[in-house]
């Protein structure tokens, strides 16, 4: 009996750790994943200036257009509705949220350290820049005691370069 | 039965480096596409060949590539028509260690990973 007991314990400890290494391999993933949405996002917002005002020497980004394609992007990558609530496909079950920050020659003195409220992120703004953080929400964890865990959250910077 | 779990854990490390290394080679042709305006055929042919060489057990006919490339430009006001689209899937062919304990077949056992998204082009209108 006592052979039984322990290896019925054993067998029970092991589901645990397998459930657990599974779908923390699954979500350093989907983290990994959410990284780069943000840089695509960012490098998203960066595409779109008021020609204008660059006649003049001056790169002011329109936040209009950004923001929508920002948007776009989110929820092309992230397989989301467009309440950005993700798709049954998604890996993701909350709805995301997103904050665009725009630094440009209408509002910034550089250079300029941007930090993170969110994630503690910094970079030095030295030139027109769009910084994106998204809120994916919790991960997936199949282990009752792990869920409500903190928030999946990651942000990039993406620095309007002439070509 | 207790010597499925090490190997399954295996396994999955194995299939995410697998796919990571996926998204990494897919990444570096979004980034060319997006720079050329779409996705050139040396682009596509180049993609093919990295992922051939990454994953040894892919044939080209695995490899699933639908993606835009008729040329797109930068333009003043955000147009998801000017978008350089992608959707390139390969399989992953292992997902469970110890599959015939399962009573799974070798074609049942496999999956599809998928990469899809668009970026924008750089390169200004004409």
Not at chain 1, 77 to 106: C, E, G, H, I
Not at chain 2, 4 to 14: A, M
Not at chain 2, 83 to 103: N, T
Request: proline share 4%.
């Amino acid at each position: 009996m006592k052979p039984f007991i322990v290896g019925m314990a054993i067998l029970i400890l092991s589901l645990f750790l397998y459930a657990f290494n599974s779908d923390l391999i699954l979500n350093r993933h989907a983290n990994a994943d959410l990284r780069t949405v943000c840089e695509e996002a960012s490098v998203a917002g960066t595409m779109f200036i008021y020609e204008d005002q660059y006649g003049n020497g001056n790169v002011i980004f329109n936040q209009d257009e950004s923001k929508k394609a920002i948007e776009a992007e989110i929820k092309s990558m992230l397989r989301l509705n467009d309440d950005f609530t993700p798709f049954p496909a998604s890996y993701w079950q909350d709805q995301v949220t997103y904050k665009a920050y725009f630094y440009d020659d209408s509002n910034t003195a550089y250079p300029y350290l941007f930090v993170d409220p969110d994630t503690g992120f910094t970079h030095l703004v030295k030139a027109p820049t769009v910084v994106i953080t998204v809120n994916a929400g919790e991960a997936r964890y199949s282990l009752q005691f792990l869920k409500n865990g903190a928030d999946n959250i990651r942000s990039a910077a993406h620095t309007w370069e002439e070509r | 039965m207790l010597l499925i779990f090490p190997l399954q854990n295996v396994q999955d490390l194995i299939n995410q480096n697998r796919i990571n290394k996926f998204s990494n080679i897919v990444y570096v042709s979004t980034q060319t596409a997006r720079t050329d305006g779409r996705f050139t055929q040396s682009n596509i042919e180049r993609l093919k060949t990295d992922l051939m060489s990454a994953f040894p057990d892919l044939s080209e006919a695995d490899i699933y590539i639908d993606v835009t490339t008729t040329p797109k430009y930068r333009t003043d006001e955000f147009d998801s028509r000017e978008a350089i689209s992608y959707d390139i899937r390969i399989p992953v062919r292992k997902i469970l260690a110890a599959p015939r304990f399962f009573g799974l077949t070798d074609s049942e056992n496999q999956y599809i990973s998928r990469r899809t998204g668009f970026v924008l082009s750089e390169v200004p209108m004409p």
